[in-house]
């Protein structure tokens, strides 16, 4: 990241896979450096860029800097800046709307050496490096879309906190179907193993399936950080879209792309294929769905258990939902 080279990155990936961990981890990475220095910053609760830039640059007046002028202070810089932009999709979509003005600055800065970007992101994010010809954030730089953990380290996570408490489980099937059944995300396996040690009896040291099960049965999608999985995008009409196709192949061990084309088709004849093909991307990036040999399976076998229940419903109400919108 210190070259002059390509070195920027877009970190792409549903909430609660790590993209603010890995941008932490690369803040300490380089919190001595001679070279460079990191600057930290989340846009979740702001939207004024240039501000939250001026301030971790610690500027002199930063509420009231302009673009060029924090251009000119940090092409002075001494040291290399390196920007780790945590939640960038509002920026980036104001920014669309702005004639790209901010990430056309990232690109000049980078372009001369000045500095390095890591942004962070999510479908907005995506589609600007992967759909928007104009984009300047087309090839800015490596992306990289974020999957679950390594089968080593699922296991390792369940298995060694529990073992410093002097807990253990029946057998490995135990460990292996948690993971398989929270798609290999550490976060859903966190949560799964906290619970099961609250609801353990004062003398129980070994976690059975039943154990595991009832634990699972009581955690809803609240607890689980999984109830925004329908709300991928910024746009209502998407998310109905989105919402529909996977209550529609959830019964389905995978499905093809012509298969739920023709049963969208089939509720409402004038979709647009383009709209389909993005809805099954987002779910892909979101860790909904996974994308093998052109086929798309459930990627959290424990979402697939929840949205279950009151499918039905849920599936007319999104039905009625998508004859009403413009996708």
Known sequence: MLSQNNSNYLLVGARQLGKTAILQALERRYANDEKAECFYVTFQAQSNLVKALARVLKMTNPENISLDELVEHISHREKKAIFLLDEMDKIVEEDTKNDHLFTSTFRKLSQEGKASFVLTGFSTLYFAVTLEQNSPLLNFGKIIVLEGLEQEACRELMVEPMKSLGITYESDEVVERLIERCGRRANLLAITCSEIIQSLDENERVITQNIVDSVVQKIDLDRYKLSTWGRISSNVDL?????????????????????????????????????????????????????????????IPLLKEKLMSGLEVQKKGAIKELLRSEV
Request: hydrophobic content about 40%; cysteine-free; aromatic content about 6%.
């Open 239 to 299: 998310n109905v879209l989105d919402r529909l196709i996977v209550y529609l192949m959830i019964k389905k061990e995978s499905f093809s792309l012509e298969k739920i084309v023709n049963e969208l088709e089939a509720i409402k004849p004038t979709i647009k294929i383009e709209n389909i093909n993005q809805s099954l991307k987002r779910l892909v990036i979101g860790y909904v769905l996974v994308k093998q040999e052109e086929r798309y399976q459930q990627r």
